[in-house]
């Protein structure tokens, strides 16, 4: 069965404190692995979308890696306005996305 | 590009009650997609169409919940006889094949009572 975990559940960081995010995953035949950012109340905003293992993506504070079996979003020197929850999806071959349950992060000033 | 627009934004009902809701894509992505979630949950999809074609259904999409997308541009998804399991929030996105990507509206919060 596809599936996808996310570690920590919640992160809680002061304000330029790096860190990072973990995604791993199960899945049969991966057509690409996407990271959303989501607010409460709000639908999910993409951020990246990874296709295979050593590829990287950046954006801002945000940069996205992806091996074989996991992903990591690494967050650099964070703001109060990166606080959200970060929401990995996977794409197993011709199917819809397959989401994690979402890492809650709050970045405290 | 105005993003995907759904409509109500928030929706209270009452058990046994129908509901409609309506989802408008992207303007030129002819792929449609319809997700539920639960608070401390990640979205979990529910059915997809092809321009006017319903291409596959989850299992959690029991015969009260039905999708539409007649024209092939918005859709509407129905839920008869509700039931206070069905409180959620139901997010649709969009997308525009090759590209995998998909892009969600701001979704429709459903609330049971």
């Known amino acids: 069965e596809d599936q996808v975990t996310q570690s920590p559940e919640a992160l809680r960081l002061q304000e330029g404190e790096s860190s990072s995010l973990n995604c791993s995953y199960t899945?049969?035949?991966?057509?690409?692995l996407f990271w959303y950012r989501q607010d409460p109340g709000k639908g999910p905003e993409f951020l990246f979308t990874?296709?295979?293992a050593g590829e990287e993506k950046e954006k801002e504070r945000l940069k996205a890696t992806l091996t074989k079996k996991e992903s990591f979003l690494h967050i650099t020197a964070p703001k109060p306005e990166d606080s959200a929850t970060y929401l990995c999806?996977?794409?197993?071959?011709?199917?819809?996305?397959?989401f994690g349950k979402g890492t809650r992060l709050s970045v405290i000033a | 590009d105005t993003g995907v627009s759904q409509n109500p934004r928030h929706k209270i009902t009452k058990r046994g009650q129908n509901v409609t809701f309506r989802c408008d894509p992207i303007?030129?992505?002819?792929?449609l997609y319809w997700y539920r979630q639960t608070l401390g949950q990640g979205p979990e999809f529910l059915t997809y169409?092809?321009?006017?074609?319903?291409?596959?259904k989850s299992r959690l999409l029991s015969d009260r919940f039905s999708a539409e997308r007649p024209k092939g541009s918005f859709s509407t998804l129905e839920i008869q006889r509700t039931e206070q399991g069905d409180s959620a929030m139901y997010l649709c996105?969009?997308?525009?094949?090759?590209?995998?990507?998909?892009?969600f509206g701001p979704g429709t919060r459903l609330l049971v009572l």
């Open positions: 996105a969009s997308s525009l094949p090759p590209q995998e990507t998909q892009y």
């Open positions: 899945v049969s035949g991966l057509r690409g």
């Open positions: 990874l296709y295979s």
């Open positions: 999806a996977v794409r197993p071959g011709n199917t819809p996305l397959v």
């Open positions: 303007s030129e992505h002819n792929r």
């Open positions: 169409f092809q321009n006017e074609a319903q291409l596959e």
